[in-house]
């Protein structure tokens, strides 16, 4: 069975610019999970979307957005660049809610550079 | 003080050690999750608690719900083990909060 996969593996943008990054849960999952880690900090809740619906969101500004597709995919943007953005982006899948059965999957995480 | 805590946050090992890493938190949870960081930025599940013990092969995680504790143990650590070992907790409110993580480093 096919993992949680994400695009692209690394992306490079320059302040100011949007960036696009992409995930696809493992099949039959419809929660997915949207995660950074900048370095040296630890791992930050950004997104949980469910069904096609943003659910939660942790404390980020509203240039982080996403949507998830009705095959359960999802895009992460982030508009308006900054320095601070650059970490790697983690996203994971699980079946619907979190629950004690409902463990999440990560992907390998997308790292992104800002210049 | 975070709502998740993790100790230590370095630990380093001799292969064959018994290991025990420690999380407490301060916020209701549904469940709690022991995850595990490679040096590369990739992530396997190890557990999902809510109650008890679980055990796989030479890891056990326990969880005490009236203490908000929950222990990761790693019977006879090997070098393969180094690795960063995060604790997750899943809240009311469907967010996951993280605690910062612990350094393992198992000498051969």
Known sequence: EAGVTQSPTHLIKTRGQQATLRCSPISGHTSVYWYQQALGLGLQFLL???????????????????RQFPNYSSELNVNAL???????????????????????????GTRLTVL | KNEVEQSPQNLTAQEGEFITINCSYSVGISALHWLQQHPGGGIVSLFMLSSGKKKHG??????????KHSSLHITASHPRDSAVYICAAYTGGFKTIFGAGTRLFVKA
């Open chain 1, 48 to 66: 949980w979307y469910d069904e096609g619906e943003e659910r939660n969101r942790g404390n980020f500004p509203p240039r982080f957005s996403g």
């Open chain 1, 82 to 108: 900054e320095l601070e953005d650059s970490a790697l982006y983690l996203c994971a899948s699980s079946f619907p809610g979190l629950a004690a059965n409902n463990e999440q999957f990560f992907g390998p």
């Open chain 2, 58 to 67: 030479r890891l056990i995680a326990t969880i005490n719900i009236q203490e």
